[in-house]
């Protein structure tokens, strides 16, 4: 798993998969899904990051 922040356009995308993006559906606005071709999760963009998450590029990993 991969998370990039592009501050310059303020895009957050976490990577789950380096699986090739067939489809991406906007479920809510700003928030886009990428799917691969069996409908797996590929990464989650989020627009305008800096106005919905505290701190976009402050990253925390736990494993419970």
């Not at 906007?26 to 919905?52: H, P």
């Amino acid at each position: 798993m991969k998370v990039k922040y592009d501050k310059e356009v303020d895009v957050l995308y976490i990577v789950f998969s380096e699986n090739k993006i067939k489809e991406s559906d906007e479920e809510k606005s700003g928030i886009i899904l990428d799917y691969d071709k069996q409908g797996s999760i590929v990464g989650i963009e989020i627009l305008n990051a800096s106005k919905r998450v505290k701190n976009p590029t402050k990253v925390e990993y736990e494993v419970a």
